[in-house]
Nanobody, 115 residues
């Protein structure tokens, strides 16, 4: 059984930083793309950033220059470094991984940016 465990969310003031982690465990031969999505209240879930197994990255325009996605293939873990956080970044952040035959989601971690 595959599990994705996210951590690192919390309450932070505008301009602050957080680092999210998503550790994958279970029977997985290989992980292709890994990504972070977010869903704010009343809004649809949206892609924040993704990274391929080769390290190519993709970012939503709203986070370019502020967020950095990275992965440790040896640990099956993906990270999201979030700097210069804004109130509009407040959302539940979800990890998603793509594998042969499908994909998996994490349970989500709350990020709240507020003074």
């Amino acid at each position: 059984q595959v599990q994705l465990v996210e951590s690192g969310g919390g309450l932070v003031q505008p301009g602050g930083s957080l680092r999210l982690s998503c550790a994958v465990s279970g029977s997985i031969f290989s992980i292709n793309r890994m990504g972070w999505y977010r869903q704010a209240p009343g809004k649809q879930r949206e892609l924040v950033a993704s990274i391929t197994s080769g390290g190519s990255t993709n970012y939503a325009d709203s986070v370019k220059g502020r967020f950095t996605i990275s992965r440790d293939n040896a640990k099956n873990t993906v990270y999201l470094q979030m700097n210069s956080l804004k109130p509009e970044d407040t959302a539940v952040y979800y990890c998603k991984i793509g594998v042969v035959g499908g994909f998996y989601w994490g349970q989500g971690t709350q990020v709240t940016v507020s003074s």
